[in-house]
């Protein structure tokens, strides 16, 4: 199976402050990664996929890089609705793999 | 609008059957491939099956294997879970899935409310 190592699990900071999260994987994925929020009580919502590509409705904020095989996600400038937990995911290959995601909170 | 909705879900012993389902609105069922995602409480999320746009094709993890079917009714615009010999590792709340434009590759973009499903004896 495909690991997928995402860091940091947790994470404290500032509005309007820069955000990145990262996620390792085991083995080469290609651009087959994508990336979720869930806020607390709530089913997850797809931020990214593609790597890159932003899901429908999604603020402009929110961007998705990779370097080989690690992946990224970045925060532009934090807002207090972007508060919740993220997780990347990856669709390369059955049985998809989630990261163990990471916590954001405000600071 | 994208709407899914999980039913189904609820208390049962270890051992016996249970069975999800997953009334889709607001899109072409047929033309996408479903998944179904669960989160035990308090954990990450952890995929479960997938199931092609017409039902050909299906996927498992390997620890449902055997036990969990996946399939769909596009008829009746439904996706089902049946889940046998449920054990209490498989307490988690159940959500049903799209592929993101019909694909598994490029994520889920809708998802359900998800239905709580509680092996205990």
């Known amino acids: 199976d495909i690991q997928m190592t995402q860091s940091p699990a947790s994470l404290s900071a500032s509005l309007e402050e820069i955000v990145t999260i990262t996620c390792q994987a085991s083995q080469n994925i290609g651009n087959w990664l994508a990336w979720y929020q869930q806020k607390p009580g709530k089913s997850p919502q797809l931020l990214i996929y593609?790597?890159?590509s932003l899901a429908d409705g999604v603020p402009s904020r929110f961007s998705g890089s990779r370097s080989g095989t690690q992946y990224s996600l970045k925060i532009s400038r934090l807002q207090v609705e972007d508060i919740g937990i993220y997780y990347c995911q990856q669709a390369s290959s059955t049985p998809y793999t989630f990261g163990a995601g990471t916590k954001l909170e405000l600071k | 609008e994208v709407q899914l909705v999980e039913s189904g879900g609820g208390l049962v012993q270890p051992g016996r059957s249970l069975k999800l389902s997953c009334a889709a609105s607001g899109f072409t069922f047929s033309d996408y491939n479903m998944a179904w995602v669960r989160q035990a409480p308090k954990k990450g999320l952890e995929w479960v099956a997938t199931?092609?746009?017409?039902?050909?094709?299906?996927y498992y993890r390997d620890s449902v294997k055997g036990r969990f079917t996946i399939s769909r009714d596009n008829a009746k615009s439904t996706l089902y879970l049946q889940m046998d010999s449920l054990r209490s590792e498989d307490t988690a709340t159940y959500y049903c899935?799209?592929?993101?434009?019909?694909?598994?590759?490029?994520?889920?973009?809708?998802w359900g409310q998800g239905a709580s499903v509680t092996v205990s004896s």
């Open positions: 593609g790597t890159t």
């Open positions: 199931i092609s746009y017409d039902g050909s094709s299906t």
């Open positions: 899935a799209r592929g993101s434009g019909g694909y598994s590759e490029l994520g889920m973009d809708a």
